[in-house]
């Protein structure tokens, strides 16, 4: 296993300046100027005084880019272990770049479909449970859930992108994301069933509780959670739909 | 609520949820930017944290399946939450709803109109973002050129730039949109009264309900969703009996 030429000082520059890698996001470089900015610590040291050779490495590194924003941990890393091969005069200095461009689109498929997909569905849908029945540890559970996938994915994986290098792209495969995310949503739709009846019974006024009542209303939320996705399947949207149920039900209100 | 107190708690939304949306692009991504974080936050900040809760849980469930994929801009959820928090506790305030958990009541019949209200704002929120975006094009520009004399600290430097203008649009957008609206939430909540009714607010969760289940749909996830409430729903109604 190759080991990492850059300090554990840089290592935790690069690893906070994940974090930013959206702060200048724009239509036309999209993440360009954030991977640049997360990765110049890590060159600095890997060219030091050799300012020439880092302003050019600074520059490849200003273009366009685009992934997941957590998924460009394990690019940052791996990019950085090539830029160091580059140095070494082990690859053309190209290299780094063009790995950045090849893992780029297909990390941005994994990463949304897994981390925006499954795991922020899951912990909403947990998080909303919590808070039904726990009040205010509803956000806690959801953060503390959500941030488990996340920040696993943001240290592990630049620390394995700095390790393997282009092997990145094998450790990535061999954790079989896809798989996972079909997982948690099937975890999120138990969740969800869940959520709908508690909710559904909670909402029964007080003189309502009977078994007839409670299985009644459990059944219409069902009925009535499958119709509205099937709007949305059929390309309704959030405000036309809130609009459409809402108004008559708001109006029925005032009125009667 | 006095015109002060409504102006002051305008303010409050305003600077809270510019602050909390950089979460949400600029920087971090921990999520303290969604619906089911920020209301509570923002809730607590105007002194009715389980207000916002309320407002965080139903927004969260309605916008789950509202993905920012390649360049789409989805529903600014931050600032919406922030602004349905601040009309919330004004309307509830201003028809002098019990504190705490005797609230929430009230609150169910004051969320959907609050949201409804909220929605068209969306736009204005979604706009400022695009236009922060493609002022950070020239930011790229500049780092572009400032490399050469400055390296690495140009582009660090530039980069948060791009974090401080997310700052200001949200936070200049929700100014301009929570100001007039809660201070008309004062007049309009109190001008005529709602009456104890919770179908709306039903009506809402269901369409949330159906937003999560759309974006969660996979394979036989319908079948798994319809059992376990199906379940859940027995084991409520056994311990009704």
Redesign the interface.
């Given at each position: 296993m190759a080991r990492a030429m850059i300090s554990g000082r840089s290592f935790i520059k690069v690893f906070l300046?994940s974090?930013?890698i959206?702060?200048?996001?724009?239509?036309?470089?999209m993440q360009?100027?954030?991977f640049?900015?997360a990765i110049?610590?890590a060159?600095?040291e890997i060219y030091g005084a050799d300012?020439g050779l880092?302003?050019g490495a600074?520059?490849r590194h200003?273009a366009f880019y685009?992934a997941h924003?957590?998924m460009a941990s394990p690019v940052l890393g791996a990019t950085i272990n090539i830029e160091e091969k580059a140095r070494k005069g082990e690859c053309p200095k190209e290299a780094p770049s063009k790995f950045k461009s090849v893992v780029m689109g297909p990390y941005?498929a994994i990463g949304?479909a897994f981390f925006?997909?499954?795991v922020?569905?899951?912990?909403?849908?947990a998080?909303?449970l919590a808070?039904?029945l726990w009040?205010?540890w509803?956000?806690i559970v959801?953060?503390a859930l959500?941030?488990v996938f996340?920040l696993l994915m943001r240290w592990y994986g630049l620390k394995k992108g700095l390790e393997l290098g282009d092997g990145v792209v094998a450790f990535i495969k061999s954790l079989d994301l896809p798989r996972w995310a079909?997982r948690l949503?099937?975890l999120?739709?138990?969740?969800?069933?869940?959520?709908?009846?508690?909710?559904?019974?909670s909402?029964l006024p007080p003189s309502g509780?009977?078994?007839a009542k409670?299985?009644s209303a459990?059944?219409a939320?069902?009925a009535?959670?499958?119709?509205?996705?099937?709007?949305?399947?059929k390309g309704a949207t959030?405000?036309a739909?809130?609009?459409v149920?809402?108004?008559p039900?708001?109006l029925?209100?005032?009125i009667? | 609520m006095p015109v002060n107190a409504a102006l002051t708690g305008a303010i409050l939304v305003s600077v809270a949820g510019g602050v909390l949306s950089l979460d949400r692009t600029a920087a971090f991504q921990v999520m303290v930017s969604r619906p089911l974080v920020t209301a509570p936050v923002i809730g607590y900040l105007l002194g009715h944290p389980l207000w916002g809760l309320l407002a965080g849980a139903v927004l969260e469930i309605l916008l789950i399946g509202d993905l920012p994929v390649g360049r789409y801009v989805p529903v600014h959820e931050t600032s919406l939450s922030a602004l349905v928090t601040g009309l919330v506790v004004a309307a509830l305030e201003g028809t002098g709803a019990s504190e705490g958990y005797a609230g929430l009541k009230s609150e169910m019949t004051v969320l959907p109109l609050a949201i409804l209200i909220a929605l068209p704002a969306g736009r204005v929120f979604q706009k400022a973002d695009i236009m922060a975006r493609k002022m950070n094009a020239r930011l790229f520009d500049t780092a572009s050129v400032s490399v050469d004399g400055g390296g690495g600290a140009a582009l660090i430097r530039n980069n948060l730039k791009g974090a401080v203008l997310f700052l200001i649009a949200n936070t200049v957008a929700l100014l301009l949109t929570a100001v007039p609206l809660m201070l008309g939430a004062g007049y309009f909540f109190t001008g005529f009264e709602l009456k104890p009714f919770t179908a709306a607010f039903a009506g809402l969760l269901l369409v949330g309900a159906g937003a999560a289940a759309w974006s969660i749909t996979t394979g036989r996830s319908a079948y798994v969703f319809g059992a376990s409430a199906a379940a859940g729903g027995a084991l409520l109604t056994w311990l009704a009996l």
């Open positions: 300046g974090f930013f959206q702060s200048s996001w724009s239509f036309e470089k360009g100027l954030g640049a900015a110049a610590p060159l600095e300012e880092k302003k600074l520059k200003l685009n924003p957590y941005g949304d925006w997909g499954a922020r569905p899951l912990a909403s849908i998080g909303v808070a039904v009040s205010m509803g956000p959801f953060l959500y941030n996340h079909v949503k099937y999120s739709a138990a969740l969800l069933g869940v959520l709908c009846a508690v909710t559904a019974v909402l509780n009977g078994a409670t299985a459990v059944l939320s069902i009535a959670a499958v119709l509205s996705g099937y709007a949305f399947k959030i405000q739909l809130a609009s149920v809402l108004i039900l708001i029925y209100g005032i009667f | -």
